[in-house]
């Protein structure tokens, strides 16, 4: 009898374990669903999260989405600080649709503008997959007014102007604005001088060379740029042309090459409030021969810039 009650409790021991062990056994027609881990997003541009922008000035950031799951969808929410970090206001961008595991997305436009003159934004950017799980990263826009636009730029234009050979003590300089030739007898201020004649070449060959004083007293002489009716436009020269043709060029002299009828030569003239250009067109060189009163010069017509 008691062999015959063991033998029955170690069958239904063994039964019982069988339905324990297929019990923790997965069913593969039913699968358990894996974990849904939040989703990953990144900002990729620009390495810092707090930048500064005009109210007119549209901006772009990139991020970096990815999740184990499918991605579903990308949103965009904003809070508007004034300078004291109080919150002003808040807004949504409209929702973008998304899948795939992995997503780069460029977000830009132009900030919501503030009654303030300096405000700040936070844009918390969230990525959400397609089991609801979700993820945020933030950046902060500060926003300030925009520059005052710069007076508007003339050109004045002149013709048949001169400037003598170093050789001669009264007449090797000459000043674009006030438009004439320089040092007089009592006046020898290099700050005037925007140009001099430098070559010493007055006996012989006359072959002009200029540099600016004024500028190397300010620490700033490589203002020349030589070029031609090839390269320029003179007739049509404007602000604009003039400095997109001196930061173009890969060298500008602190002295000019010795000259040649028909060169162009481009100054830059610091003293200016903001960068100010003239620009001669070489029409003759007078050589007297070597002479005894030497008379050598440039004779040029220029155009100069000025802010109204």
Request: some cysteine; overall charge negative.
């Amino acid at each position: 009898m008691n062999r015959y009650f063991t033998t029955i409790v170690l069958i239904f021991g063994l039964m019982l374990s069988g339905i324990l062990i297929s019990s923790c056994e997965e069913d593969p027609l039913n699968p358990t669903p894996p974990e849904d881990l939040p989703p990953a997003i990144a900002l990729v541009s620009p390495e810092n999260n707090n930048f500064l922008i005009e109210k007119t000035e549209n901006f772009s950031v990139t991020l970096q989405l990815a999740d184990n799951e499918a991605l579903s969808s990308f949103e965009v929410d904003g809070e508007i600080f004034d300078t004291d970090n109080v919150l002003v206001s808040s807004f949504s961008e409209a929702p973008q649709s998304i899948s795939g595991t992995s997503q780069t997305i460029v977000f830009s436009g132009t900030p919501p503008t503030s009654a303030e003159d300096y405000y700040r934004i936070k844009y918390t950017c969230t990525a959400i997959d397609a089991k609801g799980a979700s993820a945020s990263t933030f950046f902060w826009v500060s926003v300030v007014p925009p520059d005052d636009p710069p007076a508007e730029f003339v050109v004045l234009e002149f013709e048949n102007d001169s400037v003598l050979t170093s050789l001669v003590p009264n007449r090797f300089a000459f000043n674009f604005t006030a438009r004439k030739m320089l040092p007089t007898i009592n006046d020898n201020n290099e700050l005037d001088f925007d140009i001099k004649e430098v070559s010493e070449s007055g006996r012989g060959v006359f072959a002009p060379q200029f540099e600016s004083p004024n500028n190397m007293i300010l620490g700033q002489d490589s203002v020349f740029v030589v070029t031609n009716a090839d390269r320029f436009n003179y007739e049509e020269a404007t602000h604009e042309t003039l400095s997109q043709a001196f930061f173009s060029d890969p060298a500008p002299f602190s002295k000019t090459p010795p000259l040649k009828v028909g060169d162009y030569v481009i100054v830059r003239l610091t003293k200016a409030p903001q960068p100010q250009f003239a620009i001669m067109r070489i029409q003759r060189l007078v050589d007297d021969g070597g002479g005894i009163l030497i008379q050598d010069r440039v004779i040029f017509d220029y155009k100069v810039t000025s802010q109204q």
